[in-house]
């Protein structure tokens, strides 16, 4: 019997021991998925560093942006869905221009094919194409399209990803925008619906 619980009190001891040494390393896992998962691109955070060269080779650079006033980034490319929210987005940048805000419009496609895009839907707002993809990388994310506001001085204060070819995401955007430009926000979803009715 002694040597019985002789037994069973340095197995404990044997267990308390290794898991003594594992606990720190599960520790040391759960803290680098933590680290993984924060991003360092969201709203809150400052925009990270991004140069790209527009249709005509002229370089631009977000952070020379930012420093004027607020910029809208959105990462995007000429799929249907995308191409029913264009028309919003161009309100967008027709209702604040004004007040100060620059609209960038990165589209994932060939240049031959966006130029030609560009002609037909008239835009009119600053853009550059990136066939390869490397702004989703720079801006921490696959989601297409994702729109990044970013206010003068450069920190993030919306993030919106995703389609929604209704107007309602573009919506959204153009509130926190009339917010941080102090001015009374649009309803580009009325607007361009309204105009679209107005056509037919």
């Given at each position: 019997?002694?040597?019985?619980?002789?037994?069973?009190?340095?197995?404990?001891?044997?267990?308390?021991?290794?898991?003594?040494?594992?606990?720190?390393?599960?520790?040391?896992?759960?803290?680098?998925?933590?680290?993984?998962?924060?991003?360092?691109?969201?709203?809150?955070?400052?925009?990270?560093?991004?140069?790209?060269?527009?249709?005509?080779?002229?370089?631009?650079?977000?952070?020379k942006?930012?420093?004027?006033?607020?910029?809208?980034?959105?990462?995007?490319?000429?799929?249907?869905?995308?191409?029913?929210?264009?028309?919003?987005?161009?309100?967008i940048?027709?209702?604040?221009?004004?007040?100060?805000?620059?609209?960038?419009?990165?589209?994932?496609?060939?240049?031959t094919?966006?130029?030609?895009?560009?002609?037909?839907?008239?835009?009119?707002?600053?853009?550059?194409?990136?066939?390869?993809?490397?702004?989703?990388?720079?801006?921490?994310?696959?989601?297409?399209?994702?729109?990044f506001?970013?206010?003068?001085?450069?920190?993030?204060?919306?993030?919106?990803?995703?389609?929604?070819?209704?107007?309602?995401?573009?919506?959204?955007?153009?509130?926190?925008?009339?917010?941080?430009?102090?001015?009374?926000?649009?309803?580009?979803?009325?607007?361009?619906?309204?105009?679209?009715q107005?056509?037919?």
């Open positions: 019997m002694i040597r019985l619980l002789a037994f069973a009190s340095a197995l404990s001891f044997v267990s308390a021991a290794a898991f003594a040494d594992e606990a720190p390393a599960a520790a040391k896992a759960d803290s680098k998925k933590e680290a993984k998962a924060v991003k360092k691109v969201d709203v809150g955070t400052q925009a990270p560093e991004f140069k790209i060269q527009d249709a005509a080779g002229k370089e631009i650079d977000l952070a942006l930012t420093a004027k006033g607020p910029v809208l980034v959105r990462l995007t490319c000429g799929c249907s869905g995308c191409d029913k929210e264009l028309a919003y987005f161009q309100a940048h027709e209702a604040y221009k004004d007040a100060g805000l620059t609209s960038l419009a990165v589209f994932k496609e060939p240049d094919k966006v130029a030609t895009y560009v002609k037909e839907k008239k835009l009119n707002m600053l853009y550059a194409v990136d066939s390869k993809g490397e702004a989703w990388n720079v801006f921490e994310t696959k989601t297409m399209p994702a729109n506001l970013i206010e003068k001085g450069g920190k993030i204060v919306y993030v919106a990803e995703g389609c929604d070819p209704s107007g309602l995401v573009a919506k959204k955007v153009s509130e926190k925008i009339a917010k941080t430009v102090k001015q009374d926000a649009v309803d580009v979803q009325k607007k361009v619906t309204d105009e679209t107005a056509k037919k």
